[in-house]
């Protein structure tokens, strides 16, 4: 991967993970960018096959997070920012900013969930979940509280955990 793609990455990662952090909004402009210089580095770099290393990162990412936001379980922007590191960083780099962002993701929601003691009411939500969706049904009409924007949710910056996940392939994963 040149050494702008990693910068470039670097750069949305952080400016994205800060601002989910600090407004749990991830801005339209910035995974807009990360869309385009995802495109036009790799097409730069790698011509035809940086096209194609752009498009199947995008679709690979947008293939597990969409289904995710309809289910409301995750919000747009998030599902975006991964879109646009996608395009940056090609389909099997992506994947593995996706294993490191659920394995990170997951000790901060156990640790969230222990800090809040939530563990009876998560179990509660997880079954009503997986119940639900086993019947073709969205959870949240069910249980409005299921809805990632809802105010009784557990409250986690996805953003900010792929950010950090982002910064952790850059350092510790890419070769």
């Known amino acids: 991967m040149p050494l702008i793609l990693k910068l470039t990455l670097l750069t949305i990662a952080l400016i994205g993970g800060w601002a989910d952090?600090?407004?749990?909004h991830i801005p339209n402009w910035l995974n807009l960018s990360g869309l385009i210089l995802g495109f036009g580095l790799n097409v730069f770099?790698?011509?035809?096959?940086?096209?194609?290393?752009?498009?199947?990162?995008?679709?690979?990412?947008?293939?597990?997070?969409?289904?995710?936001?309809?289910?409301?379980?995750?919000?747009?922007?998030?599902?975006?920012?991964?879109a646009a590191i996608g395009a940056l960083i090609g389909p099997e780099n992506w994947f593995s900013v996706f294993l490191t962002t659920a394995i990170l993701g997951g000790i901060a929601s156990l640790c969230l969930i222990a800090a809040r003691n939530r563990l009876q009411l998560t179990l509660n939500n997880l079954s009503?979940?997986?119940?639900?969706?086993?019947?073709?049904?969205l959870p949240f009409r069910k249980d409005p509280s299921l809805d990632v924007h809802d105010r009784r949710a557990l409250g986690l910056p996805h953003g900010t955990v792929i950010a950090i996940s982002a910064c952790i392939f850059i350092v510790f994963l890419y070769r």
């Open 45 to 82: 770099f790698l011509q035809a096959g940086g096209l194609k290393l752009a498009v199947t990162g995008l679709g690979l990412a947008l293939l597990i997070y969409l289904p995710l936001y309809l289910i409301r379980a995750m919000g747009a922007g998030d599902v975006k920012f991964m």
């Open 128 to 137: 009503t979940i997986a119940n639900e969706l086993l019947h073709g049904r």
């Open 21 to 24: 952090l600090r407004t749990r």
